[in-house]
């Protein structure tokens, strides 16, 4: 079975700059979670996807951040214009539904650095 | 709001030898996950737990869950320097509308 997939897996760039990064959960997993994991923390949750609808986004920095799951499958999780503090790797995960009786698959993060 | 506390945070500790992470949190919560992480690396899940009194044992690692108390054990047995690792424990409220909020990880060094 494929795991999560992510693209880039590192990308550096100014501030004031956009950036796009792409997730591809595991076939069949309706749930799909966008993190923001900064250096010696634990993961921070953006958002929270049910098939193609938002369950959470209440983390989510919306003048800033935006995210869309494409037809329930992929999804894309974008920063326009990032920050210095946008710094941090983003983690896509996915689970096979919302009602917890699973866990959620990591796929490999993105490492972002925001100069 | 959830609150999730782990400690202790860093961990030191010799080969062969037992120790125990706590992961405390604040809500009521009847499911709980433990999380590794090794350097520059993803999460891997190690433990669901579902239910008080639930209790998971895989290879050195045993976790355990008390939803009366909010509180969650990982013990390690015999540590071996494989083990070495970040550890978060995550909590998913009862209240379902609530998100799943991680611990701030358990940086666990194991010394040959």
């Known amino acids: 079975e494929a795991g999560v997939a992510q693209s880039p897996r590192y990308k550096i760039i100014e501030k004031r700059q956009s950036v796009a990064f792409w997730c591809n959960p595991i076939s069949g997993h309706a749930t799909l979670y966008w993190y923001q994991q900064i250096l010696g923390q634990g993961p921070k949750l953006l958002i929270q996807?049910?098939?193609?609808?938002?369950?959470?986004d209440s983390q989510l920095p919306k003048d800033r951040f935006s995210a869309e799951r494409l037809k329930g499958v992929d999804s894309t999780l974008k920063i326009q214009p990032a920050k210095l503090e946008d710094s941090a790797v983003y983690l896509c995960?996915?689970?096979?539904?919302?009602?917890?009786?699973?866990?959620?698959?990591f796929g490999p993060g993105t490492r972002l650095t925001v100069t | 709001e959830l609150k999730v506390e782990q400690n202790p945070l860093f961990l030191s500790m010799q080969e062969g030898k037992n120790y125990t992470i706590y992961c405390n949190y604040s809500?009521?919560?009847?499911?709980l996950y433990w999380y590794r992480q090794d350097p520059g690396k993803s999460l891997e899940s190690l433990f669901v737990?579902?239910?008080?009194?639930a209790v998971k044992q895989e290879g050195r690692l045993m976790a355990s869950l008390d939803t009366k108390a909010r509180l969650s054990t990982l013990h390690i047995t015999a540590a071996v320097h494989d083990l070495s690792a970040t550890y978060f424990c995550?909590?998913?409220?009862?209240?379902?509308?609530?998100?799943?909020?991680f611990g701030k990880g358990t940086r666990l060094h194991i010394l040959p």
């Open positions: 995960a996915s689970s096979l539904d919302q009602g917890g009786r699973y866990e959620q698959y």
């Open positions: 809500t009521t919560s009847d499911r």
């Open positions: 995550a909590v998913e409220p009862m209240n379902r509308d609530d998100k799943i909020i």
């Open positions: 737990l579902l239910s008080n009194g």
């Open positions: 996807f049910q098939n193609n609808g938002v369950v959470d």
